[in-house]
């Protein structure tokens, strides 16, 4: 089989691994339901609020593996670091099953499923990213949708199996789960001949400019535009980080939910952040990352101001605001890895993207921390949409600044 043909097996192969992964989004279930397991069989007087902490170690030490694991990728290809990865993705759930403590889940599924979700994730992608040099915004926007997905299916899973058993049966049942079907995809991976390019295409400029050759992460690292691209992802993604990490909460609490009806919203995020990574990445490459991404700051603010909006019972409110801001955080993370190729090539892919990725981890941290101490501190979260806002003003700013950087490079 030619690589043409094979390309579109390791693409299916790495969403499929993707969408184990991605169960990471639907943390705010996971979270709601061990509170309860932890307080109503152990004793302890904990929030979903408490265990937010466990969530934002496990996206913030993501970037370190993305990087080890991208210079493994690169040089060795996918198979072996990918499968490390997902073994301890896997394991780290199962170990949750047991947890006792919130330092328990922190060590088991903040940093032993953190460090592998973050060496299998940045690797899936630049594998696949790399068979695809036509279609970068595309395929970065298929295989970050896919990993997004996995937050539509597992919730309402999770939220059945929960009541049936508990918390910890429905962790050791995810774990399982996902070690045998990360294992057996990985059978399927493999790794991209430096140059390659399909049948009938030449390399064109790519969409939002495109780098004269490839940079490694030192000479990267060199350019001013690797911090504004940077700064620009910690702000693209703060709201969706944000929001995500105690969306059930926001539900049950701001507005009223159920639990089970809170679980459905977060399918909706899920499915709403999925369709932003296939739509924006498709778009990206008609009309460039940059634009693509000032589109989806300026959504941002409009669904943080719904949410800001929303009250007791504004259940129509509540899901307009809540689907927006999905599809703006999936347009940053479904535009960002062929965003990086563009601008630095693709050779050195899996490493340069593992370090852009420092900007997601900012946003994983710093979000869930505001959304957290703001209803600890007031018992609303409204004040957190507000400085979200501010966040992604910073990130319309931001855009213009590389506009602004790209288009005098060009002129020099």
């Not at 694991?69 to 990918?82: L, Q």
């Not at 394991?91 to 299998?120: D, K, P, Q, R």
């Not at 199996?161 to 508990?166: F, H």
Request: with cysteine; aromatic share 12%.
């Amino acid at each position: 089989m030619n690589l043409d043909k094979k390309r579109w097996i390791v693409l299916f192969a790495g969403c499929f691994i993707n969408l184990c992964l991605g169960s990471i989004y639907a943390w705010s279930v996971f979270s709601s339901a061990m509170a309860d397991y932890f307080n109503a069989s152990l004793g302890m007087n904990v929030t979903p609020g408490d265990l937010a902490i466990v969530y934002t170690i496990a996206n913030s030490v993501g970037p370190i593996t993305m990087i080890s694991g991208g210079w493994f990728n690169d040089k060795f290809g996918p198979k072996k670091v990918i499968l490390v990865g997902g073994i301890m993705w896997g394991l780290g759930m199962f170990l949750s099953g047991f947890a006792t403590s919130i330092g328990f889940l922190i060590v088991t599924y903040g940093i032993v499923g953190g460090l592998g979700l973050g060496m299998a994730y940045g690797s899936t992608i630049s594998t696949c990213v790399k068979f695809f040099p036509d279609k970068r915004g595309l395929i970065g926007g298929v295989t970050t949708a896919v990993y997004g997905m996995s937050s539509v299916i597992l919730p309402p899973i999770v939220t059945k199996v929960v009541a049936s058993s508990d918390a910890t049966f429905a962790f050791k049942a995810v774990g399982i789960v996902f070690l045998v079907l990360i294992a057996v995809s990985c059978m399927f991976l493999e790794q991209c001949p430096e140059g390659y390019k399909p049948a009938g295409w030449e390399t064109t400029m790519a969409a939002g400019g495109a780098a004269p050759k490839n940079l490694d992460w030192k000479g990267m690292l060199a350019t001013p535009v690797f911090y504004i691209m940077l700064f620009l992802l910690t702000c693209g993604a703060f709201t969706g980080m944000m929001v995500i990490s105690q969306a059930s909460s926001v539900a049950q609490n701001m507005i009223g939910m159920t639990p089970a009806a809170a679980g459905i919203a977060v399918s909706v995020l899920a499915l709403f952040n999925a369709l932003g990574r296939i739509g924006a990445g498709t778009l990206s490459d008609k009309i460039g990352r940059i634009n693509t991404l000032m589109v989806a700051c300026i959504l941002a603010v409009a669904g943080l101001l719904c949410l800001f909006n929303a009250g007791a019972g504004q259940v129509g409110m509540f899901y307009i605001g809540l689907s927006i801001v999905g599809v703006s955080f999936g347009s940053f993370m479904g535009v960002y890895p062929g965003f990086t190729a563009d601008q630095f090539g693709p050779k050195n892919n899996s490493v340069n993207y593992g370090i852009m990725f420092i900007g997601f981890a900012l946003a994983g941290y710093f979000g869930p921390q505001i959304m957290r101490n703001t209803f600890a501190n007031t018992g609303s979260y409204d004040k957190a949409f507000l400085i979200a806002c501010v966040f992604s003003i910073v990130g319309i700013m931001l855009a213009n600044a590389y506009r602004f950087h790209t288009k005098k490079k060009s002129l020099d």
